[in-house]
């Protein structure tokens, strides 16, 4: 297994070699438990209904900091032999926002009986402009100014999405491409636009047994717009049915301080702490992230569950 794994992480520093380090993509400290939102392929993976909904408050202190709110919910369908989805994401950055819907459906077949290949595919609509007041250096709203857009003005233009993932028993590696159709926004009396780039992302999650009591989740999720690159190294460890928490390594951005727990078999909470370590340090008391998540089982009528147990969701 550590041969294996030895061999996934070179390929993942390949595929990483050449990519250099604002990307319009929110940012999530607890990714491991959101792929969903970046990756359609795991709609409804291994028989699991899911509800989530996320909150994010990034570098508290800092006027126009970023807020984040996603809700998504995703499970099984079999007669489509795959899954489907639905997700909400309201993402504000000063006086921009961005706000989407998506619906995705994934495709999933077991390639042989100890590995499993999910192919996706999302589609919604992005909502993008601005609100609120401005407030110029001079004090004024800044109306004199022809490079601000006017209040209240926006656009809404069509969002592809891809995905794709390769999972065994213990490990899952995967790779989706947001904003695949690169839409045009344009705003403002047509004086303002804002182009969404591709967003690619790969992950990649194993689970250690250390004891029956304690497992550890190891995990790298990485996101680049091929002009900046985002990369988390992640641990998170279980122990016992309720407790569960870990640490995370941004580089040149954060440390995350990561605690969870279970409340019921069904109900998870989490809690995400950002302690910045980039140059906004000395602006930013850090970033705030709550997550909750309802799950439960599902199996197809008349037949035993085929998929593994969730790795991603423990």
Avoid: C
């Amino acid at each position: 297994m550590m041969h294996y794994m030895k061999k996934v992480l070179v390929l993942f520093f390949v595929l990483l070699s050449g990519l250099v380090k604002a990307q319009q993509d929110p940012q999530f400290s607890l990714n491991m438990f959101n792929i969903y939102s970046v990756n359609p392929a795991f709609s409804g993976s291994h028989d699991q209904f899911n509800a989530l909904a996320i909150h994010r408050s990034q570098w508290v202190g800092f006027d126009g900091a970023p807020a984040t709110q996603h809700v998504s919910v995703e499970a099984p369908v079999y007669f489509l032999h795959g899954g489907a989805g639905i997700s909400l994401t309201n993402d504000k950055l000063g006086n921009q926002y961005t706000r989407g819907i998506n619906f995705s459906y994934a495709y999933q077949t077991k390639l042989t009986k100890k590995s499993e290949l999910g192919l996706g595919l999302s589609f919604g609509f992005l909502d993008v402009g601005v609100d609120g007041v401005w407030l110029a250096p001079d004090g004024t709203s800044g109306g004199s100014d022809p490079s601000i857009p006017a209040m209240n003005s926006n656009d809404v233009v069509p969002d592809l999405g891809l995905g794709l993932y390769y999972r065994m028993k213990s490990l899952y590696i995967g790779y989706s491409v947001t904003h695949l159709n690169q839409a045009l926004a344009v705003y403002g009396d047509d004086d303002r636009d804002l182009q969404f780039k591709r967003h690619h992302y790969l992950t990649l999650g194993w689970k250690h047994d250390v004891t029956s009591e304690l497992v550890l989740h190891p995990s790298i999720y990485v996101k680049t717009d091929q002009v900046s690159t985002q990369i988390d190294f992640n641990v998170n460890a279980n122990y016992g049915d309720h407790l569960w928490g870990g640490m995370t390594y941004r580089l040149d951005d954060a440390v995350v301080v990561i605690a969870g727990y279970n409340i019921n078999e069904n109900l998870k909470f989490g809690y995400a702490y950002d302690i910045t370590t980039s140059d906004l340090k000395s602006e930013s008391s850090g970033s705030h992230e709550v997550l909750l998540r309802y799950s439960f089982k599902m199996r197809p009528p008349g037949k035993l569950p085929t998929h593994y147990r969730n790795i991603r969701y423990n």
